[in-house]
């Protein structure tokens, strides 16, 4: 099967500062990416989708200047989370999938957890 | 809008036991209905699917069936082993806003003990 991955897997990092996470589809071109968030417990909530080449649609009470996301290539999308504090502390986690080969079906990385002191 | 709801963990069987996992949804138009499974420290991987009403999903012995009637999609399984322990995610993906969304679940954890 299709094959996300994501980097770095865990981080830990100080308020105010950003981090960058990145989201890769390691054999497969992924016309568009999605990034999640989870909380514990909690299910995946959507924060925004991302097609190749242009800007990302982000949801409804996510911040863009906060979570900013850049879908450079068909295979990579990076999230970066500006000025992070404690409270963006979560499990994040992308998603790919290919309007070409895999029209129905998602492919997810292995999350990066998130943490801010 | 559209939403998933499926049974509060976790569920704690013997290996062998017979698996119901439910699973409802809300949703406008026609939904295509997921599930997915997460092992521990790995992302979600695809389980089975269900494009239409009637339809039937299957994959490594779990079943699940796409009930309009009743808005469900229950993940069955007639008999788990061990390594079947993990954290399943229903979810159904639909038109929301003008384009195809996935909504999730909140997610099961299913431990089987030997």
């Known amino acids: 099967g299709a094959v996300v991955s994501q980097h770095p897997s865990w981080v830990i990092c100080k308020s105010g500062t950003s981090v960058k996470i990145e989201c890769r589809s390691l054999?497969?071109?992924?016309?568009?990416m999605f990034w999640y968030r989870q909380f514990p417990k909690q299910s995946l909530m959507l924060m925004a989708t991302?097609?190749?080449?242009?800007?990302?649609?982000?949801e409804q009470g996510v911040e863009k200047d906060k979570f900013l996301i850049n879908h450079a290539s068909l295979t990579l999308s990076t999230l970066t989370v500006t000025s992070a504090h404690p409270e963006d502390s979560s499990f994040y986690i992308c998603?790919?999938?290919?309007?070409?080969?895999?029209?129905?079906?998602?492919?997810f990385g292995p999350g990066t957890r998130l943490t801010v002191l | 809008g559209n939403s998933v709801t499926q049974m509060e963990g976790p569920v704690t069987l013997s290996e062998e036991a017979f698996l119901t996992i439910n699973c409802t949804y809300t949703a406008t138009g026609y939904p295509s209905l997921f599930w997915y499974v997460q092992y521990p420290g790995e992302g979600l991987q695809l389980l089975l699917k269900a494009t239409k009403a009637d339809d039937k999903g299957s994959n490594k012995g779990f079943e699940a069936t796409y009930r309009k009637e009743t808005t469900s999609f229950h993940l069955e399984k007639g008999s788990v082993q061990v390594s079947d322990s993990a954290v399943y995610f229903c979810?159904?993906?639909?038109?929301?806003?003008?384009?195809?969304?996935?909504?999730f679940g909140t997610g099961t954890k299913l431990q089987v003990i030997p």
């Open positions: 991302s097609n190749e080449g242009s800007k990302a649609t982000y």
């Open positions: 998603s790919a999938r290919s309007e070409v080969v895999f029209t129905d079906t998602q492919y």
């Open positions: 979810a159904l993906r639909a038109n929301s806003g003008g384009y195809q969304k996935v909504t």
């Open positions: 054999d497969f071109q992924a016309t568009t």
